[in-house]
């Protein structure tokens, strides 16, 4: 389970944004990564 804290909400619905306009993934992988290691 990986918890998105308020204070990272606006890249949280930033990150799948960038994901449409260039079809990368990673800056979101590494986000989702990040929220991972912050929630434990």
Known sequence: ????????????YMAPAI?????KI?????FLKEQAEKSY
């Open 26 to 30: 990673d800056g979101f992988v590494s």
């Open 19 to 23: 994901f449409d306009k260039t079809g």
């Open 1 to 12: 389970m990986t918890i998105i804290y308020d204070e990272d909400k606006p890249a949280y």
